[in-house]
């Protein structure tokens, strides 16, 4: 539950989901490629990279399905708080055991829903070289698919209008993969199986970030 003691608004998620395809598809060029691959029904883990702020809304305007994210609490202000919270974002404090988020978060998963993380933990390069154990928490404990997506495309140029976003009308690559399971089908869920799970995740986001700029030519930021 969240600390208005109502669970994320999967509603509200679909109303995010509406905002996020006007603001994206109006202020710039997404180019879309295996959003198929995103399960139509059931439990899913949205695992993306993370290297630009625009990066969550960015999948929120583009994913299949309405995505729950697990964003930092310190987004939370003023205004944003409610706007947040009404289209069904979980607020998570990333620097200690949030079980408020936890629970969220598998509360989503339980009802079928779509759950969005940041595995990277907070934005960096967006390569996916460190993760944390969160994602496969998650995973293990939920049995949803994990599916991989990587954002490119955000962090190339800057617009000369406003130099914290990308040029406006440019063009964004947002590339999801094959679904999987993080677990080894055991359902165990001690710390050498989350560590494994964790392992076997990186390989396979890792290797998608690989393939997704191949297919669109997007070469890694120096």
């Known amino acids: 539950?969240?600390?208005?003691?109502?669970?994320?608004?999967?509603?509200?998620?679909?109303?995010?989901?509406r905002i996020g395809i006007g603001l994206m598809y109006g202020l710039w060029r997404?180019?879309?490629?295996?959003?198929?691959?995103?399960?139509?029904?059931?439990p899913v883990i949205l695992a993306v990279n993370h290297s630009h702020g625009i990066d969550g809304p960015m999948l929120m305007g583009t994913a299949?399905?309405?995505?729950?994210?697990?964003?930092?609490?310190?987004a939370f202000v003023g205004p944003l708080d409610?706007?947040?919270?009404?289209?069904?974002?979980?607020?998570?404090?990333?620097?200690?055991?949030d079980r408020k988020a936890i629970t969220d978060a598998l509360g989503?998963?339980?009802?079928?829903?779509?759950?969005?993380?940041?595995?990277?933990?907070?934005?960096?390069?967006?390569?996916f070289a460190s993760l944390r154990s969160g994602l496969a928490y998650f995973a293990v404990r939920s049995g949803a698919q994990v599916v991989p997506v990587a954002v490119l495309g955000s962090t190339d140029?800057?617009?000369?209008?406003?130099?914290?976003?990308?040029?406006?009308?440019?063009?964004?690559?947002?590339v999801f993969g094959d679904?999987?399971?993080?677990?080894?089908?055991?359902?165990?869920?001690?710390?050498?199986?989350l560590d494994e799970a964790t392992v076997?995740?990186?390989?396979?986001?890792?290797?998608?970030?690989?393939?997704?700029?191949?297919?669109?030519?997007?070469?890694p930021t120096l």
Do not use: Y
Not at 82 to 97: E, S
Not at 179 to 193: E, L, N, V
Not at 206 to 212: F, N, V, Y
């Open 108 to 127: 989503v998963l339980e009802r079928g829903g779509v759950l969005g993380i940041f595995p990277e933990g907070t934005r960096g390069e967006g390569d």
């Open 157 to 174: 140029r800057t617009s000369r209008l406003t130099p914290a976003v990308p040029p406006l009308r440019g063009r964004v690559d947002v």
């Open 30 to 42: 997404p180019r879309v490629l295996g959003a198929w691959r995103v399960p139509s029904a059931g």
């Open 200 to 219: 076997r995740i990186q390989e396979r986001l890792t290797a998608h970030l690989a393939q997704a700029r191949r297919l669109t030519g997007r070469r």
């Open 82 to 97: 409610p706007f947040l919270r009404g289209i069904g974002q979980l607020k998570v404090d990333r620097d200690a055991t």
């Open 1 to 17: 539950m969240t600390e208005s003691g109502k669970a994320p608004s999967p509603a509200g998620a679909a109303v995010g989901r």
């Open 179 to 193: 679904g999987f399971q993080a677990g080894d089908g055991s359902g165990r869920r001690t710390r050498k199986a």
């Open 64 to 74: 299949p399905r309405p995505v729950h994210f697990l964003i930092k609490k310190e």
